[in-house]
């Protein structure tokens, strides 16, 4: 997992309620991104950080917010869950015009 | 609209067979181009980039091919192996910038023994 961590790794919650999810990375990258991946549509870019408390939105950030306080953590936040939120979500770091490399995701449900 | 897409949605092979796949992209300002492997209940996983100004590159097993007149990309797995089984993704750098990636929807590879 190219030294990104996420957890939790599975979570099921109800419509409404508050959910953040971590990424944590040991390789000191500029760059960290936040997606959904989800049938059919691939994977979609939600948010993305170009360093530490500097974040931007992606093509889905509705319902969604990063923050990141140092260059190890990203932190995504769903305010108030929702149904069409159940995905797996991905932590990917990298540096400029570089690959991004992955963590191993997070089931996410929404009941 | 500007996007990266895949010729193939699954493609079976028997082991020990050459494996090629597909990408079509549309931008032409891309300048750099990934082939990720994603296994079930995995993240995906790098394989093999080339830049803009590259037409081909070889890693291990697998070499990639960028054909920018025609804007395709195509990934070959040499040998292919059960463990390759997978769905692989080709990813395009629209974006210097913050490295914006765009992802194809994916081509699953099924190896038959």
């Known amino acids: 997992d190219a030294g990104i961590t996420q957890s939790p790794r599975h979570k099921v919650t109800e419509t409404g309620t508050p959910v953040t999810l971590r990424c944590h990375q040991t390789?000191?990258?500029?760059?960290m991104y936040w997606y959904r991946q989800d049938p059919g549509h691939g994977l979609r870019l939600i948010h993305y950080s170009y360093g530490v408390k500097d974040t931007d939105k992606g093509e889905v950030s509705d319902g969604y917010s990063v923050s990141r306080s140092k260059t190890e953590d990203f932190l995504l936040t769903l305010e108030s869950a929702t149904s069409s939120q159940t995905s797996v979500y991905f932590c990917?770091?990298?540096?400029?015009?570089?690959?991004?490399?992955f963590g191993p995701g997070t089931r996410l449900t929404v009941l | 609209g500007e996007s990266v897409g895949l010729h193939l949605p699954t493609l079976s092979v028997q082991e020990g067979d050459n494996s090629i796949i597909n990408c079509a992209y549309s931008?032409?300002?891309?300048?750099?181009f990934i082939w990720y492997k994603q296994e079930s209940g995995k993240g995906p996983q790098f394989i093999i980039d080339?830049?803009?100004?590259?037409d081909k590159r070889q890693g291990q097993r697998v070499t990639v091919l960028l054909n920018k007149t025609v804007k395709h990309l195509s990934l070959q797995i040499a040998a292919t192996q059960p463990g390759d089984s997978a769905v692989y993704f080709c990813?395009?750098?629209?974006?210097?910038?913050?490295?914006?990636?765009?992802f194809g929807a994916g081509t699953r590879l099924a190896v038959h023994p």
């Open positions: 390789e000191n990258h500029r760059y």
């Open positions: 990917a770091g990298g540096g400029s015009a570089d690959t991004q490399y």
């Open positions: 080339i830049r803009s100004n590259m």
């Open positions: 990813a395009e750098n629209i974006n210097g910038g913050y490295n914006k990636l765009i």
């Open positions: 931008n032409s300002a891309s300048d750099y």
